[in-house]
């Protein structure tokens, strides 16, 4: 990863070493900082943080991938792009701007389903 520019935003996404499905997308000053986070599993998100613990008893982690960089004051809506983008492909999102903008869903423990699968 090249040195992080303040003025530029990394879009990347997080992809499920055992299925290559795409899980998360998100946005970033420092890449190499959040990759490390994401690794260690500091998420505010229950999902998120389940999948890397059930990842991390496998002994994997999350593929972290960036897929845009852009003027940082542009990056909320690469994101949004990008999720929506992933949605369209059919990824399941553990976003949950995504997930909640996509789909109709029911929690069913700690994973997101599909309704209508």
């Not at 990347?12 to 499905?21: A, H, Q």
């Not at 995504?98 to 209508?116: A, E, P």
């Given at each position: 990863?090249?040195?992080?520019?303040?003025?530029?935003?990394?879009?990347?996404?997080?992809?499920?070493?055992?299925?290559?499905?795409?899980?998360?997308v998100g946005?970033?000053?420092?890449?190499?900082?959040?990759?490390?986070?994401?690794?260690?599993?500091?998420?505010?998100?229950?999902?998120?943080?389940?999948w890397v613990?059930?990842?991390?008893?496998?002994?994997?982690?999350?593929?972290?991938?960036?897929?845009?960089?852009?003027?940082?004051?542009?990056?909320?809506?690469?994101?949004?792009?990008?999720?929506?983008?992933?949605?369209?492909?059919?990824?399941?999102?553990?976003?949950?701007?995504?997930v909640r903008?996509?789909?109709?869903?029911?929690?069913?423990?700690?994973?997101?389903?599909?309704?209508?699968?």
């Amino acid at each position: 990863m090249k040195p992080t520019n303040k003025t530029e935003s990394y879009i990347y996404k997080l992809i499920d070493p055992r299925d290559d499905s795409i899980k998360y997308v998100g946005a970033t000053v420092n890449p190499k900082r959040r990759k490390g986070q994401h690794n260690r599993g500091e998420f505010s998100s229950k999902l998120i943080r389940t999948w890397v613990s059930e990842l991390k008893q496998l002994n994997l982690k999350p593929i972290f991938s960036i897929i845009d960089v852009c003027p940082i004051e542009q990056s909320s809506n690469h994101e949004k792009y990008w999720i929506d983008y992933y949605l369209m492909q059919g990824y399941l999102l553990l976003n949950w701007d995504g997930v909640r903008r996509k789909y109709n869903h029911q929690r069913s423990g700690n994973l997101i389903k599909n309704i209508d699968s």
